[in-house]
């Protein structure tokens, strides 16, 4: 069999389930030392991605075997764990690529800088992989201090000094909010297990501990995925950062808090669905109205910004109300179809940030305006961002448009019942039409308005492939959604048990 | 022996008033400060239940949670200053470059 994990098993023995994030760490603490010694950013890049190749080989291994490993009690890998972290793989790749040849990136701590890459993304990888509370908070915590970081080493910019501000306290308070969440609830379960914890919650009644818990939990969590109310950093965040970060932060970090909910939430739930004294219903209701808010107001703001990154920024907070949808349904099928669009909004947000990158890096400016006249200066760039924006708005036959009906259709039906929840998929649908005008908007400004000058512009050979790659994923996944609806239908029944 | 009411009471206090300065204060090191405050209310909610239920977990919960907060009151400072050298002021009131 070509596709055999006792390799893995054989190279890292009881520390197996965690091999993809070993391997991962050892290759941010060496990446100073190659910078150090080597001051070419080039090299930092070769050898960072050549351990993302060598981690993206392993957790593929262990992914299509159908590998299962525990450690310790608090680690443990399965279908679930696999293809979150293949995304935050995916991500990291992406962003690694990139980051070598924008002009935006640091030049004196090339090394530092990606290594907190790196450590980011092992952060995002621990709370995919965690089974106990103090996993799951740790590796919050890992990615999102390292984010931190990343958002404030654009030194050239006074906006990315304001943005890591606001970002270190927003993220401060999220964490304190989610920390008393959690005390509330080992208070409440007597474990920090997960599993044990939905075990316990199941014989116990709805108490007022345990909603203090959810509030502060929905609230701390809420921050990290940008819903609203708590989105107000996102904006300001996504257009101080440098454009890599702020593509690695829109498509990895948002993910992140998404596996937490999913983690947390769902796990409980589906134990605290047995005995009916739950309150498991109105917190649904929570996560709807949070959903259809979340995904009006980033939307609707989205229509009057002339900054591109922030109007991504809006329309990424907008792709986020659309998945919260799977924490109002709460559905196997749910679970599935939101995963999958959370694989096709890394390709479609991904690539749209990575040709604001390779455009800000050859000097066009971020403003939409500035954007006249693209088709007749870069026409495969030009092409490859309207594809991505028709792709966001749910253009058939490219990828957000079968993600979205995947996503949509789980909460209209159920079994072939029509769920409590079609008036959910009324607003986002309705939504959907109203992106369509201001991702238009840039399609006009390429396509149709008429440019000061029509000299060819050349962008840099590494934001070139990376932007083929998003552009292959985004018509490919449209055509052929199997390729990863399989594997995350299989992850969907690891959660729902 | 004090019921666990009473440290709960204190601990959500605590949470309250560091909430409190997070939203009212203009200075952001005195807004990280709360932040601090609010964690520690968690961190009395850990030790509190883990000491009423005679669980270790919870003290080990306490312990990340401690390292996690110095490392973050680190990279924060480290930030303000990052700001303040840009902007010469690090008043939340003037961060207002970029809104909407």
New interface residues.
């Given amino acids: 069999m070509i596709f055999d994990s006792s390799v893995v098993t054989a190279i890292f023995g009881q520390f197996a389930p965690l091999a993809p994030m070993i391997v991962l760490i050892i290759g941010a603490l060496i990446l100073p030392a190659v910078f150090f010694s080597t001051k070419r950013r080039e090299a930092v890049t070769a050898v960072s991605m050549a351990v993302i190749a060598v981690s993206l080989l392993f957790n593929i291994l262990m992914m299509v075997d159908g590998y299962q490993g525990e450690y310790a009690g608090l680690f443990s890998y399965d279908a679930f764990a696999g293809i979150m972290i293949l995304l935050f793989q995916v991500v990291i790749f992406l962003a690694a690529l990139v980051s070598v040849s924008s002009s935006e990136t640091t030049r004196m701590h090339y090394g530092a800088y990606n290594s907190l890459l790196l450590a980011a993304s092992v952060g995002m990888m621990f709370v995919a992989t965690a089974s106990d509370l103090i996993t799951i908070f740790l590796g919050v915590e890992l990615a999102s201090i390292m984010s931190y970081v990343l958002v404030a080493m654009k030194r050239s910019d006074p906006r990315a000094a304001e943005a890591a501000v606001k970002y270190v306290i927003i993220g401060g308070l999220s964490t304190a909010l989610t920390l008393y969440g959690l005390s509330m609830l080992y208070g409440v379960a007597g474990t920090t297990n997960i599993a044990d914890i939905a075990a316990s919650l199941s014989t116990q009644e709805f108490s007022w501990a345990f909603g203090i818990a959810m509030i502060t939990m929905i609230a701390g969590y809420g921050f990290k995925v940008a819903a609203v109310p708590f989105h107000m950093w996102a904006p300001d965040v996504y257009e101080g950062a440098a454009t890599p970060v702020s593509m690695f932060l829109g498509t990895g970090s948002k993910k992140v808090g998404f596996v937490a909910l999913f983690k947390v939430f769902l796990v409980i739930f589906v134990a605290a669905n047995a005995t009916a004294s739950f309150a498991t219903e109105e917190i649904q209701y929570v996560f709807a109205v949070i959903a259809a808010i979340t995904m009006t107001v980033g939307n609707v703001v989205a229509i009057s910004q002339n900054n591109i990154k922030r109007m991504l920024a809006y329309s990424s907070i907008a792709q986020a109300g659309y998945i919260l949808i799977v924490m109002a349904v709460m559905t196997e099928y749910a679970l599935a179809s939101g995963m999958f669009h959370m694989f096709t909004h890394v390709f479609m947000k991904g690539g749209a940030f990575l040709v604001v990158g390779a455009l800000i890096t050859v000097g066009i400016g971020e403003k939409i305006s500035d954007y006249r006249g693209l088709a007749k200066r870069a026409p495969l760039i030009a092409l490859a961002m309207a594809v991505f924006l028709f792709a966001l708005a749910g253009i058939p036959p490219l990828a957000g448009f079968t993600s979205k009906v995947f996503l949509f259709s789980s909460a209209i039906y159920d079994n072939g019942v029509m769920t409590q929840w079609i008036w959910l998929a009324f607003i986002a649908i309705l939504n959907s039409a109203i992106s369509l005008y201001y991702y238009m908007r840039v399609v006009k400004a390429m396509f149709i308005d008429r440019g000061e000058t029509s000299e060819r512009i050349k962008i840099p050979r590494t934001f070139a492939a990376a932007v083929a790659i998003c552009f292959v994923f985004v018509c490919v996944l449209g055509v052929f959604p199997q390729l990863i609806m399989d594997f995350c239908a299989d992850a969907a029944s690891v959660l729902f048990g | 022996m004090i019921p666990i009411e009473v440290y709960?009471i204190f601990a959500a206090v605590l949470?309250a008033i560091?909430a409190y300065g997070?939203v009212v204060k203009n200075n952001?090191i005195v807004?990280?400060m709360c932040?601090e405050l609010?964690?520690n209310?968690?961190?009395i909610?850990?030790i509190?239940?883990s000491a009423f239920?005679a669980?270790v977990?919870?003290q080990?919960?306490v312990i990340?949670?401690i390292s996690?907060a110095a490392?973050?009151v680190a990279?924060?400072i480290?930030?303000?200053l990052?700001?303040y050298?840009?902007?010469k002021t690090?008043e939340?009131d003037s961060?207002t470059?970029?809104?909407?």
């Fill in positions: 709960l949470f560091g997070v952001t807004v990280l932040i609010m964690l209310a968690a961190n909610n850990f509190v239940f239920t669980d977990l919870g080990v919960f990340m949670s996690v490392a973050e990279v924060g480290a930030i303000l990052n700001a050298k840009a902007r690090i939340a961060l470059s970029m809104r909407w």
